[in-house]
């Protein structure tokens, strides 16, 4: 077989598992956006080979630890949103790396304006390339220290093994607005990090701890939803 046709192959294996992935998780995605998603793979492993943006080497880890991983919070985003009777039509990702959860986001919700942070320019670049690959107009990264940004004052603030809840919770004060929402993703030590966060947070307090369940990852994953105290 051919090296395209390898990768064809490879391509649609992965999009079968992609399509089961979203099923586990209700959630409607379309066939042009699954494919966007398995590009975005692509170019994270190709990228990765010379600037090293992620430990984890595999397309087909990739796919379920990257992939999976951020894909699983959509459903409680989205719900969040029902609960709340309101809509987060502008994200932040607060030390996105090579764009997790921000790509996956931009990609499966068009209707999101989503904006990446990260300190590092490799990084930074990855992002902007893979906006400008996938057509993603709703995407845009930008090159800086999260706590040199001031007054974005986004619907939503999220990152994913940035940095514990106590100190994501400082850095992101300065962007948010009154309603703003915080949403950091986390594996483990989630109590410990709750905790200490609360021993030492006056501002802002933790609204809800959702369990997360990726498809066919055996690890414990968390979503802790973070709100002003003062509001109501």
């Known amino acids: 077989m051919s090296a395209d046709g390898s990768s064809a192959k490879q391509k649609e294996v992965l999009s079968a598992k992609l399509d089961d992935a979203c099923n586990a998780l209700g959630i409607v995605v379309s066939h042009e956006t699954q494919q966007q998603l398995i590009e975005y793979l692509y170019e994270l492993a190709k990228w990765n080979k010379t600037y090293n943006l992620t430990a984890i080497r595999s397309i087909d880890d990739m796919l379920i630890q990257h992939l999976f991983d951020c894909l699983a919070v ?3 985003v989205e719900a969040y949103e029902k609960k709340h009777d309101r809509v987060f039509s502008n994200a932040v990702d607060v030390g996105s790396g090579a764009g997790l959860p921000a790509v996956v986001l931009a990609i499966a919700k068009k209707s999101m304006h989503v904006t990446c942070i990260d300190a590092v320019e490799k ?3 990855f992002v902007s390339h893979v906006a400008n690959k996938l057509g993603l107009v709703n995407l845009h990264s930008r090159h800086a ?5 001031t007054k974005l004052a986004p619907d939503l603030i999220v990152s994913r093994a940035f940095a514990s809840l106590s100190m994501f919770v400082e850095l992101a004060s300065s962007l948010a607005g009154p309603s703003t929402r915080i949403a950091a993703m986390k ?5 410990t990090e709750i905790h200490e966060f609360e ?3 006056a501002d802002w307090q933790v609204d809800v ?3 997360l369940h990726v498809p066919q990852l055996d690890a414990e994953r968390f979503l802790v939803w973070v709100r002003r105290k003062s509001h109501e």
């Not at 220290?145 to 940004?149: A, D, F, G, T």
């Not at 594996?187 to 109590?191: A, K, L, M, P, T």
């Open 145 to 149: 220290r999260v706590e040199s940004i």
């Open 199 to 201: 021993q030492q947070q």
């Open 123 to 125: 990084k930074h670049a």
């Open 74 to 76: 959509i459903p409680n």
């Open 209 to 211: 701890v959702e369990q």
């Open 187 to 191: 594996s483990r030590q989630v109590e």
